[in-house]
């Protein structure tokens, strides 16, 4: 059974660099040691997983609080909305979600089902328009899929765009002109086709009139979601105004496992139970030898090989095959189907991959949020979803940066009118 973890693997599972570990070795935080047959420097697994236990486990200090009270009524416009995780979490906040749009006929059950009052416009975003909201919404947000762009010049505009999602969430904005876009998607946009797609939208944007706020990727684990999820945040100001965004601050604790599927701080109750997908027997037979935070290297060698076939060979870490979850770790990024060989996310104590309202729960989806569609359609729209609880915090952001516009608005429009007088 495996002792050791290499350079590559203790970087992937501790999520840090290997620079950082380089570091982290020579402050004594984390000690590589030498691999007795091969020389190599290696971590010793006890190591790594004393040092996981303790990252998890912080100390609560200055615990920050996002929270702000909505001054006036504040509205949005939520294009791609899925199954309703980002608009769930705005309606937190206390921004009302004017009209959704969503293609996915299962995803627009579930937001009906769940908000028969929320005004779902259920088809693909070209064949409509928002101008009837133009004005009249504070905020436009939209999770669009992300597409490379054909560059015709230097500079991409608009037009350039055409055809893909992103121009659709482009014209969005320009039709309804609110004072603030955001847009969400998944942190390899900032490598997309080396960093050009993600500077093509902030041109764009710039063209259309937005001023985009230094872009982030925000780690669902600071902002109470037991899930080590990453959303990259695209935010727009409209260029007449002239206030901060500011994005929300980091909470201390960190959620893990345990406090997803059990009565805690998080929710009130354990989790309910529900159905879920299930193991073929061999890869059951396979799963059961993994301990809590193990993955396919605790394996037997006859067995890694058998399991992993020609990956076997390949090096690297993998370390999302044949992986079980511990209750003291925060969840890895969920997808969209519960069982794929390379990321898999076993339960701890069970060998079965999570049901479907364990799956809820890690995206912090409130238990009575019901999915619609076959268990696949479920999965798959809980595992696209931005995590309620990011989605509320970003809320938050947005609630601070409106009632600043519309005080600082006010207020300019009071001193003219007492000036005219
Ligand atoms: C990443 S998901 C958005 C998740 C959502 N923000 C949430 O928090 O649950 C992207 C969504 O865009 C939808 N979509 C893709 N193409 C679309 C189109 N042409 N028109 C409208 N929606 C589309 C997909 O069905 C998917 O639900």
New binding site residues.
Partial sequence: MKKYYSLAETADIVGKSKETLRRWDKEGILNAVREPVSNYRVYRKTDVQLLLGSMFDEVIENEVSNFVEPEYEYTVL??????????I?LEKAGIKCVAL????KW?CETLRNNRPNWNVLE????DFNFSEYRNKVDVV?????CQAFSYAGKKLGLNDARGT?FY?FARVVQEVNPAICIG??VRGLLSHEKGKTLQGMISILDEIGYRVVPVKVLKAIHYRVPQKRERLILVGVRKDINIDFNYPKPHKRIYNLEDALKKGSLFDTDVPKSSGAKYPSYKKKVLDMIPPKGYWRDLPEDIQKEYMGGSFYLGGGKTGMARRIGWDEPSLTLTCSPAQKQTERCHPEETRPFTVREYARIQTFPDEWKFAGSLAQQYK?IG?????NL?QEVGYAIVKFLNNYYSDKFSKVNKAYNLSR
């Fill in positions: 939520e294009l791609f909305a899925g199954a309703g995780g980002l608009g979490g749009n969503e293609i996915d995803a088809g693909d975003i070209k947000t939209g999770g669009f899929p999602l659709e969400e998607n729209q696209n979803a931005v995590p309620v989605g």
